[in-house]
T-cell receptor, first 108, second 118 residues
Framework: GQQVMQIPQYQHVQEGEDFTTYCNSSTTLSNIQWYKQRPGGHPVFLIQLVKSGEVKKQKRLTFQFGEAKKNSSLHITATQTTDVGTYFCAGEGGKLIFGQGTELSVKP | GAVVSQHPSWVICKSGTSVKIECRSLDFQATTMFWYRQFPKQSLMLMAT?????????EQGVEKDKFLINHASLTLSTLTVTSAHPEDSSFYIC??????????????FGPGTRLTVL
């Protein structure tokens, strides 16, 4: 069945350092969505990418969708302690399949 | 943004009992709602798709007789965990896209229900 792989599983950074999480699908996706889940909370929608090669920015966050629509990345520039949480990609290929998530911790 | 509520937010029950979890879209209608299960430090696993006015669609490996889903209105879906066992202890989260959007658009997640079965 369809699988969405996400790496790394954990990332510990010093405040101010950059952070990137990668997402790969076994099949071509209609779109990919990114969510953030704070500890003890529920996933909150960040963005959706639809077009091949699409790049979107939200302040310090940059999202990319691969040309083949099978991979995606989220890059955070100059992390802050408020960025702490688990970031999930979710691939849409008939239904939404979540990656394993990348847990980000930021040391002040 | 749209609001999805879940009730209860946490529940502790004895093994063998049944637990009902409600998922409500508060300010929009949802013909489709999704039920996920999340174990600690793990991802969200889609359990089933709840369809208003028709039977739910279950993912492979999810027992439909154990996890009963009812989507009686455009704003309410319920998940009943029947004859709960300790291995059913988990974080159950529902989500809903705005009416007619299926799963192609932004999902609004409920706050989740933490179930502990003793």
């Amino acid at each position: 069945g369809q699988q969405v792989m996400q790496i790394p599983q954990y990332q510990h950074v010093q405040e101010g350092e950059d952070f990137t999480t990668y997402c790969n699908s076994s099949t071509t996706l209609s779109n990919i969505q990114w969510y953030k889940q704070r500890p003890g909370g529920h996933p909150v929608f960040l963005i959706q990418l639809v077009k091949s090669g699409e790049v979107k920015k939200q302040k310090r966050l940059t999202f990319q969708f691969g040309e083949a629509k099978k991979n995606s990345s989220l890059h955070i520039t100059a992390t802050q302690t408020t960025d702490v949480g688990t970031y999930f990609c979710a691939g849409e290929g008939g239904k939404l399949i979540f990656g394993q998530g990348t847990e980000l911790s930021v040391k002040p | 943004g749209a609001v999805v509520s879940q009730h209860p937010s946490w529940v502790i029950c004895k093994s063998g009992t049944s637990v009902k979890i409600e998922c409500r879209s508060l300010d929009f209608q949802a013909t489709t709602m999704f039920w996920y299960r999340q174990f600690p430090k793990q991802s969200l696993m889609l359990m089933a798709t709840s369809n208003e006015g028709s039977k739910a669609t279950y993912e492979q490996g999810v027992e439909k007789d154990k996890f009963l889903i009812n989507h009686a209105s455009l704003t309410l879906s319920t998940l009943t965990v029947t004859s709960a066992h300790p291995e059913d202890s988990s974080f159950y989260i529902c989500s809903a896209p705005p009416r007619g959007a299926g799963s192609y658009n932004e999902q609004f997640f409920g706050p989740g229900t933490r179930l502990t079965v003793l």
